[in-house]
């Protein structure tokens, strides 16, 4: 099982938090860029204002639906890297819905079929790695990476193939959805409450599933101990499917938001590298479902603080996700650290 | 020129394979030892962008051969802290430093995109160039070519056929036993994983100083470290066979270049990403089908052959160490 990270210690975390702090700090100035400022934009780039953050909440949207279900496949010790690829084809099953001629005669039933053939193709998409690992004895790190490059490779021939722009096809993606299939957005924060309110039900479901009933029970039983759930009469392979299934269907709805809430249209670049972020995510709320939510906004906040950073102090917007490993190796050290101090002499974590 | 279209077609290949090969080799001799460094893509990208940088700003493409090797030492030894000093998840700590690395890569390397530097010059070997055929395709190359070329045999051979080679591979075997028998294994880890570093560190450097030049957002490696992890995996933990595989992806590659003259109807994107799926998937395929040939079914030509291709990984792959000094 993954270890657990030291919780609810403010020493800890301020020490973390400083030691992130000095080595972002180090980075900015090796880039010869003045840390402070860079910081301050960040911030300011993130919460300056409503419009500012409702970019936020859009982030934090798919970050939270990809983190949900990273949790069931981590229940079971399986690492869903696919989890990227299954943003696009969730992405590429609702474009496909919202393409369609028939669509815009019934928008909520088109949206909510788009939906739910995202979570569908996700599903399906996970279902393919998981099959690789359980059935073809594969590394389902790399069935799942396999996985992406197609998923990558389909989203770029869809738009410079079959789904391309008339005239000329381009990186822009594809001919934008009918205006009437757009999804509705809260006045004033330009934010769809269809997706908020998945996400929310995303968090809710994840921690009951996960916590109250035995489908949470038997995923940890066949993560922690497969021999033992073995022997329990639990199988391996339909757990970690299930796993699987339930991961998927959640990034798959996250790239089918992506696609029907945020930019109306498929580009190549849909699922923003949400799926991986989100892999962080789960890794720095200590593998828990609770801490998931705030892990993710202070996440997509600082992904979207650093996208002015070019404009305004000419560095690339990238140094968000040095922050992000930063936090997490910085964690994860601190981790090892109480581990260590808990059975002196014999080190920590077994397996 | 008048070499025949397949001789520059392999020797194309045999080119754009090198920092594959380099990459896979170094990641072969960690995993030989039981550690996984899974951060091989980004900091391919962090020490191609190093390199670069330091011979932009030297002058000399062997100071950016050296701080690319040094940087690519540099993440595995992070990862040897974690991983054997700390017993924390090698998948873990590899996943967050591949992601780490590579938006260091892009971020301390902005200011010096698409500029022009220095790459490293074709040295053609005296006599060998001369060689009819093999010439041509071998041996009209850039140093960091023939270090690839050169080695393959010697890991090989170190791996297989030397005091040092045998005792990194019980400690990837059986590191409880290997610590009975007298040597750390954690320090024959921490060696493997600084050497594959360094291997992959050179890989990083011979991408932008030799297979595609230069720096940039893409700089046009990004992936081959997945690749190359995939191709050990796969290539059953042998260094002749990972690089073998190196080669069918280079000349994937290569071929998808041609191709896109012939079929201008596909998208050119398209013909850029195919040859990852397509090559894991191959991966995927022979060891599936040799995974069958375990079930007790009758022994095919085909799956004898395909058992040449794979193995078992080293028993103690990816597990934390559990005692030593």
């Known amino acids: 099982m993954p270890q657990a990270l030291p919780g609810g210690r403010l020493a800890q975390g301020l020490l973390i938090a400083a030691a992130v702090g000095c080595f972002t700090i180090l980075v900015l100035l090796a880039a010869g860029a003045p840390p402070l400022a860079a910081l301050g934009h960040i911030a300011l780039g993130a919460l300056g204002s409503w419009s500012k953050f409702s970019h936020v909440l859009k982030a934090w949207i798919p970050l939270v639906l990809c983190a949900c279900g990273l949790l069931f496949t981590f229940r079971v010790n399986l690492w869903n890297i696919g989890v990227e690829g299954q943003v696009l084809a969730g992405a590429i099953c609702a474009s496909a819905v919202l393409r369609s001629e028939t669509a815009a005669a019934a928008p909520p039933l088109a949206i909510a079929l788009a939906l739910a053939a995202a979570a569908g193709g996700g599903a399906m998409w996970a279902a393919i790695a998981g099959m690789l690992r359980t059935r073809g004895g594969g590394n389902e790190i790399f069935a799942g990476l396999g996985m992406n490059f197609v998923a990558q490779g389909g989203v770029l021939w869809l738009i410079f193939g079959p789904w391309r722009r008339p005239g000329v096809a381009s990186m822009s993606g594809t001919e934008p959805f009918a205006t009437v299939l757009w999804l509705p957005q809260i006045a004033g924060l330009r934010v769809s409450p269809v997706g908020l309110a998945l996400a929310l039900l995303a968090v809710a479901s994840t921690i009951v599933l996960l916590q109250r009933t035995r489908l949470g029970l038997r995923l940890r039983a066949v993560g922690g101990n497969p021999q033992a759930a073995l022997l329990f009469g639990l199988r391996t392979e339909p757990w970690m499917m299930t796993a699987m299934g339930f991961s998927g269907g959640y990034a798959g709805l996250a790239g089918g938001l992506q696609a029907a809430d945020v930019y109306h249209r498929l580009i190549p670049s849909i699922s923003s590298n949400y799926g991986y972020m989100a892999l962080l995510v789960v890794m720095l709320s200590a593998y828990r479902a609770v801490p998931v939510p705030a892990v993710a906004l202070f996440f997509a906040a600082l992904a979207m603080g650093s996208i002015q950073l070019p404009m305004v102090l000419q560095i690339d917007s990238s140094l968000s996700g040095v922050i992000q490993g930063a936090m997490v190796l910085a964690v994860l050290a601190a981790g090892a650290w109480r581990a260590r101090l808990k059975a002196p002499g014999r080190g920590g974590g077994d397996d | ?325």
């Open chain 2, 1 to 325: 020129m008048t070499d025949l279209p397949l001789t520059m077609l392999l020797a194309g290949v045999v080119a754009g394979a090198a920092p594959i090969v380099l990459a896979a080799l170094g990641e072969t001799l960690s995993e030989k030892a039981g550690l996984i460094n899974l951060s091989l893509d980004g900091t391919i990208l962090l020490a191609a962008m190093t390199a670069f940088v330091a011979a932009l700003a030297s002058g000399s493409v062997a100071a950016g051969f050296l701080a690319g090797g040094l940087v690519g030492t540099a993440v595995a030894l992070v990862v040897g802290l974690f991983a054997i000093a700390w017993r924390q998840s090698q998948v873990a700590v590899g996943f967050v430093l591949t992601l780490m690395t590579r938006d260091l890569a892009y971020f301390v390397g902005n200011p010096y995109s698409n500029q022009p530097g220095p790459s490293a010059p074709p040295l053609p070997l005296p006599w060998l160039s001369e060689l009819p055929g093999l010439g041509p395709v071998l041996f009209r190359h850039s140093a960091p070519v023939y270090l690839s070329l050169a080695l393959i045999p010697l890991l090989w051979f170190a791996l297989f056929h030397t005091r040092w080679g045998l005792r990194l591979r019980a400690v990837g075997e059986n590191p409880a036993a290997a610590f009975a028998r007298g040597f750390y294994p954690s320090r024959v880890q921490l060696v493997c994983l600084a050497l594959g570093g360094l291997m992959v560190g050179l890989a990083g450097a011979a991408f932008s100083l030799a297979a595609k030049p230069g720096w940039g957002r893409p700089q046009g490696c990004e992936g081959t470290g997945w690749i190359a992890l995939a191709l050990v995996i796969f290539g059953g933990w042998h260094p002749v066979r990972a690089a073998a595989g190196a080669y069918l992806f280079a000349f994937l590659q290569v071929i998808g270049i041609h191709l896109q003259q012939w079929l201008p109807a596909v998208p050119s994107q398209v013909f850029q990403v195919a040859p990852f799926p397509l090559m894991i998937f191959t991966l995927l395929l022979v060891n599936l089908l040799q995974r069958k040939r375990a079930g007790g079914m009758s022994d095919s030509p085909l799956r004898r052959a395909l058992r040449l291709l794979t193995g078992d990984p080293p028993a103690a792959l990816g597990r934390p160490l559990q005692r030593d000094g």
